[in-house]
């Protein structure tokens, strides 16, 4: 089994956003170091890590947030160099946050258009135009495979799979082409993590590079295509479907080596310790002895 990042034949060979030997330095903290990954169209790209691996720096190198210290950016090919994550989101890189940013007493329609909002009037008498909203939200979240009771309904009220949909349909009807989702499952449960699942194949079916964040790996075989695996701010490789099974996934991801390497220290600290004590009974028991044979002797040589 080796690294691969081609592993599948695609239509098209220029991935939709790549980076070749990414490093981030925080003084003299290494975030990551010489990463390279690649996402196409109609993927999943699983960007896969135990806490502390580096996977939140490297989304927010992705998203905007951070520049990059070393290497290269490449959105279709051409170097990029983002200021700020409306840069990002201008080339259609889209991130959802596990946060949602979603105010939770306004309605799905408000929450869907939050920040572009459409206007109907004209001059001073314009205001949000609340009929557009909601019929947009609604044919856009059943293109996601959801239908929603009303598009009036407070975000609070929907589940937590359900708040991701929108999130994501969201993201589809301003044009992402990237969408990057962080840790979407982490907080659900197993039928709700199922329907985030859903929207992540609904997405990749209409064209969109997806990368999907998560330390779960059974999460990430699930819909994933090709499997990135981070280790303590390094690459382990990028790997696809059919080059290794879920169980080397979790291997891989969690350092299962190292746990056998730790477990047979453990046992050899366990029969030194146990041998030590035989030791130290072996002592006390010949201490015991001869002071029974001193007491013996001082017995019979009494008068």
């Known amino acids: 089994m080796s690294p691969n990042d081609s592993a599948t034949p695609l239509t098209n060979p220029v991935p939709l956003i790549e980076v070749v030997n990414i490093s981030k330095y925080f003084g003299s903290v290494i975030a990551l170091h010489d990463v390279s990954m690649a996402v196409h169209a109609g993927e999943v790209m699983c960007l896969l890590g135990d806490n502390g691996a580096g996977k939140s720096t490297l989304i927010k190198i992705l998203s905007g947030v951070h520049k990059a210290s070393e290497g290269q950016y490449l959105v279709e090919g051409q170097r990029v160099v983002f200021d700020s994550p409306r840069d990002a989101l201008a080339h259609g890189i889209a991130t959802v946050y596990q946060d949602l940013a979603m105010i939770p007493l306004m309605s799905i329609a408000r929450n869907f258009f939050l920040g572009s909002e459409p206007t109907t009037g004209w001059g001073p008498f314009k205001r949000f135009d609340i009929n557009f909203a909601s019929r947009v939200a609604r044919e856009e979240l059943i293109k996601m495979g959801i ?157």
Do not use: C, W
């Not at 009303?150 to 589940?159: K, M």
């Not at 993590?193 to 330390?215: D, E, K, M, S």
């Open 147 to 303: 239908d929603i009771r009303d598009p009036a309904q407070p975000v609070g009220t929907l589940s937590g799979g359900e708040r991701q949909s929108v999130a994501i349909a969201r993201a589809v009807y301003f044009g992402a082409k990237v969408l990057i989702l962080d840790e979407p499952t982490a907080a659900l449960g197993v039928k709700q993590a199922g329907v985030v699942l859903r929207y992540i194949a609904q997405a990749r079916a209409r064209g969109l590079g997806v990368v999907f964040i998560t330390h779960n790996p059974h999460h990430a075989y699930a819909v994933g295509d090709r499997f990135t695996i981070l280790k303590r701010g390094r690459s382990a490789g990028t790997f696809a479907k059919s080059e290794l099974s879920r169980e080397e996934v979790v291997r891989l991801m969690s350092g299962a080596d190292e746990l056998d390497e730790l477990s047979h220290e453990l046992q050899q600290f366990a029969r030194t310790a146990a041998r030590q004590e035989q030791d130290q009974l072996s002592v006390v028991e010949q201490q015991l002895a001869v002071s029974l044979e001193e007491s013996d002797e001082m017995f019979h040589q009494e008068p």
